[in-house]
């Protein structure tokens, strides 16, 4: 079975290089967030960072309890 790639455009650069000196990155990584939707200082602030409010609740993964279960 063969694979087709589908690669995403790049990034505009203006949004890359206001994200690189508002976090410091490189490019490179500047464009991979950018490339994922995180686009600002705040965006990233929060992927980096998160508040606890923020995330996502593990049990509504299928099977979790079973996991807890096995675990402990």
Same mark, same amino acid.
């Given at each position: #079975? =063969?694979?087709?790639? $589908?690669?995403?455009?790049?990034? /505009?650069? /203006?949004? @890359?290089?206001?994200? =690189? =000196?508002?976090?410091?990155?490189?490019?490179?990584?500047? !464009?991979? *967030? @950018? *490339?994922?939707?995180? /686009? +600002?200082?705040? !965006?990233?602030?929060? &992927? &980096?960072?998160? +508040?606890? +409010? /923020? $995330?996502? +609740?593990? &049990?509504? #993964?299928?099977? #979790?309890?079973?996991? @807890?279960?096995?675990?402990?």
């Amino acid at each position: #079975m =063969s694979q087709k790639w $589908i690669y995403k455009p790049e990034p /505009d650069e /203006d949004i @890359v290089d206001r994200l =690189s =000196s508002s976090l410091g990155f490189g490019t490179f990584e500047s !464009k991979l *967030l @950018v *490339l994922r939707g995180i /686009d +600002n200082y705040q !965006k990233a602030r929060e &992927f &980096f960072k998160p +508040n606890l +409010n /923020d $995330i996502h +609740n593990p &049990f509504l #993964m299928a099977d #979790m309890q079973k996991a @807890v279960e096995r675990i402990a």
